[in-house]
């Protein structure tokens, strides 16, 4: 499960290097609750791609009193060759890496939570 559970909680894809013609395709899904008594407030969806060796933010963080349940992030490579891929939290510029993978073209990295 990946929590957002502050108004400086982001997260970010990141490329190892540059792409060669295709910037990778990121979509990602979530729910926000509100932190006074969990119900859900509202459901946020973003669809964005990588820049190069740039950190892009596949999901911003939450407004203040809401807590943010990650619960589908996909990042598809649809370059011509592979693409080393970095999912991370920045938790106000303090960056933890959740996961490093590498992907073939035409390959893709899916994370969905279990409820």
């Keep these: 499960m990946i929590i ?9 894809i990141d490329l190892a290097g540059a792409v060669t013609t295709n910037q990778l395709d990121v ?10 008594d969990m119900s ?3 459901i946020v969806n973003t669809n964005t791609a990588t820049n190069n060796t740039t950190a892009v933010t596949a999901m911003a963080a939450p407004i203040a009193g809401h807590t943010r349940e990650v619960k589908t992030l996909s990042v598809y490579n649809k370059d011509t ?12 510029s303090t960056i933890y890496i959740v996961c490093k ?3 073939a073209t035409g390959e893709n990295l899916l994370y969905t939570a279990e409820d």
């Design 4 to 12: 957002l559970d502050a108004t400086t909680k982001s997260l970010e």
């Design 101 to 103: 993978v590498t992907l």
């Design 40 to 42: 859900v407030s509202d």
């Design 27 to 36: 979509t990602c899904h979530a729910v926000d609750t509100l932190d006074s």
């Design 81 to 92: 060759v592979s693409a080393t891929v970095t999912v991370q939290i920045n938790s106000n």
